[in-house]
């Protein structure tokens, strides 16, 4: 083994595995930095993270060369970064590379001059050339030789880049910020074109590989909710079933992979990530509000159950992500053979292979993944029992199963935990305790928020970490984590009553606009004016596997606007959608969250609040209500900071006030009263 490199003393798996590498890596920071300055170096930066299988290739293949290494070591200064802990540094260098080749994904091998500008760079590299792609010790050769001899072209392209990337990040400067149509024709513009983009036969929007899009999954409930246009509602549960009875879902384990390879949802990329599997929650609950469906109860309790499982620490906190190798083989940990299967199951077999797919020659590459083909009642009534009983030996087959399954080299875990997926998951079970009343999920999210609140705040007080681990927080946060907290901090009161977390959303809020923002546009930059090493502050507007961060603060601004009456939140909110609001109608596939926002801005708002000691039954029953335009408020005492509790009346007995355009009408004692109200 090769002596550690400077990556010995990080605290990222990511980094970590690269550690003992014959290359000498550094962490990104000042050091690497000045030193590239001082020896007139080209930087080399290498991005991705820990359960990417095309990374764990080329580190096998070329990071663990020494010929290799020796021509990296000689030539560049050699950086590694996890984009998981430095997200802004791999959303700008992977801008650059999409500008330069079209292209994108992880392993990203991008160099820079030596003052951090970009001027090429590419994914994966195999050790030789195969089919006229060069080997990536020819694109090492080739860099460095042009680097030394044409210097001048080297660095004319690296600032037409840079200023290119400046540029295309000017979005919002120039938009009018007058509304030009009425928002109810855009956002039903934005449903026909989701329509349009949409598989009708397997689920999911356009073609393999296929995204979960839970976003856009969740504006198709939201518009059948509000306009009862049935397409809706079938294109959302198509897509949500195939998803949950698909090879995308552990239909052993429970939790949700990152995509699918193919249309019909069989082959996944096999590492599963927190932000996927807390979005999938939050769209089975609400499936579960709408439809009623128990198969999104068991979803969610499924999904959550995995996640405590193996994504958990001790104190709340939930890790990033579990790797899709194992023993070196993507996938090996999930798959069967039929042979394992009978082995297992004995007379349980027959029927469970036919219910899930297994065959002697397997569904993929001569294994079988599992996926729910035949429907229950057939099976059940081809073994002459009740489907009552054979979901409980379903249950039961899935249990030997996972057991057996546990005996495997497991996949790799990164232990991190990163701030804004941490809090996209306490909305999750925020999400999951209003659909199911499971007093659990509530428990668990006021813990992972005493967690976050307690970990992840810096010693100044004020900022927060983007991650930590092992005592440690790494990077200054980003809009996202602060945007994704404080969407957290409402919906842990809406279910809680605690007036404590609508204190800390605005804290929060009036943090980001201090330090985030773009004064000529109200948009927010992705990086704090604090944060300096970067070539320029980027600005993101498109969801993309997560949810983007300037939609997110638009929706908190608008609600935490009502909440605390202050005016220029919410013009603020309405300024950041009308800039976007065509491009979300052409798009709605990209801006999903932008597309949420305007339907609820278009239906208004609906405030409800209880008044009383003994309120918990009362808000239960108003949380199983799926209302995603309602703001909530309960109160046992009144508190002036909130306008919408002022002058109410506190009694044992609970009361419900309903408020539009700050006039509340007659309030009521029952939940069947305030629906009465709604209807009306």
Request: negative net charge.
């Amino acid at each position: 083994m090769s002596q550690p490199n400077k990556l010995i003393n990080e605290t990222s798996p990511y980094l970590l595995q690269h550690a003992y590498n014959p290359v000498q890596w550094h962490p990104w920071g000042e050091e690497a930095l000045t030193l590239a300055k001082d020896k007139d170096k080209v930087i080399l930066v290498s991005i991705g993270y820990s359960a990417c299988h095309w990374c764990h290739v080329m580190e096998r293949e070329s990071f663990e060369d020494a010929a290799t290494a020796a021509i990296m070591n000689e030539n560049f200064i050699n950086i590694k970064i996890d984009r998981e802990e430095r997200p802004d540094l791999d959303h700008i260098y992977m801008d650059a590379l999409q500008a330069m080749s079209g292209q994108g994904g992880w392993p990203l091998n991008v160099f820079l001059t030596p003052d951090k500008k970009p001027f090429y760079g590419g994914t994966y590299f195999p050790p030789q050339r195969v089919h006229n792609r060069p080997s990536w010790k020819e694109v090492l050769e080739g860099v460095s030789h042009a680097f030394l001899n044409k210097r001048d072209d080297i660095n004319a392209q690296a600032e037409s880049l840079t200023q290119h990337l400046v540029n295309a990040n000017n979005f919002g400067i120039h938009t009018k910020n007058t509304a030009t149509e009425n928002r109810e024709e855009l956002i039903h513009r934005a449903f026909d074109n989701i329509i349009k983009a949409a598989d009708t036969t397997e689920g999911g929007f356009g073609h393999a590989p296929k995204f979960p899009q839970t976003f856009t999954i969740q504006f198709l409930l939201r518009y059948y909710h509000f306009y009862k246009n049935e397409a809706a509602l079938q294109q959302a549960t198509l897509s949500i079933d195939k998803m949950l009875f698909g090879g995308i879902y552990d239909q052993v384990g429970g939790g949700l992979a990152r995509y699918a390879t193919d249309n019909e949802w069989l082959v996944p990329h096999f590492e599963k990530m927190l932000y996927d599997n807390a979005l999938f929650v939050t769209i089975l609950s609400e499936a579960y509000q709408v439809t009623g469906h128990i198969k999104y109860k068991e979803g969610i309790i499924a999904t959550i159950d995995f996640l405590l499982r193996e994504l958990t620490n001790a104190e709340g906190g939930f890790y990033a992500a579990i790797d899709a190798d194992s023993e070196g083989e993507e996938g090996r940990y999930y798959v069967w053979t039929k042979t394992e299967i009978e082995k297992l199951l004995r007379q349980n077999a027959e029927w469970f292979c036919q219910l899930f797919d297994v065959t002697l020659n397997g569904n993929w590459e001569g294994v079988s993944i599992l996926n729910k083909l035949s429907n229950e009642t057939v099976i059940a009534a081809e073994l002459g029992i009740t489907v009552g009983v054979l979901e409980e030996r379903i249950a039961e087959a899935k249990k030997i199963l996972l057991q057996a399954r546990e005996k495997r080299v497991k996949p790799g875990l990164d232990d991190k935990l990163i701030l804004g997926w941490n809090a996209l998951m306490n909305t999750a079970l925020s999400k999951a305790f209003a659909a199911t009343q499971n007093e659990f999920y509530r428990e668990l999210a006021i813990r992972n928020m005493r967690y976050l609140l307690s970990h992840f705040k810096s010693k100044n007080g004020a900022s927060f970490y983007h991650s930590y681990k092992n005592n440690e927080g790494k990077s200054l946060a980003f809009l996202d984590d602060y945007a994704l907290l404080i969407q957290a901090c409402i919906h842990l009161q809406e279910i809680t009553g605690d007036g404590s977390y609508l204190y800390q959303a605005k804290e929060l809020a009036e943090y980001v606009v201090l330090h985030f923002s773009e004064a000529e546009t109200g948009f927010f930059f992705y990086t704090s004016k604090e944060q300096l090493d970067v070539i320029f502050r980027k600005k993101e507007v498109y969801d993309g596997a997560m949810p983007s961060g300037n939609a997110v603060m638009a929706g908190n601004l608008n609600y935490l606007g009502h909440v605390f009456d202050k005016v220029a939140w919410k013009q603020r909110a309405l300024k950041m959608m009308q800039s976007v609001e065509g491009p979300v109608s052409r798009y709605p596939v990209s801006f999903g969250v932008w597309a949420n926002n305007m339907m609820l801005e278009a239906k208004g708002w609906k405030e409800i609040v209880i008044s009383g000691r003994n309120f918990n039954e009362l808000l239960k029953g108003i949380l199983y209500i799926f209302m995603p335009n309602k703001i909530l408020q309960s109160a046992t005492l009144i508190d002036n900071g909130f306008p919408l509790l002022a002058g109410k009346t506190i009694e044992e007995a609970p009361l419900i006030y309903l408020c539009e355009n700050s006039h509340c009408i007659t309030p009521v004692n029952t939940l069947q009263e305030l629906v009465q109200q709604l209807e009306n």
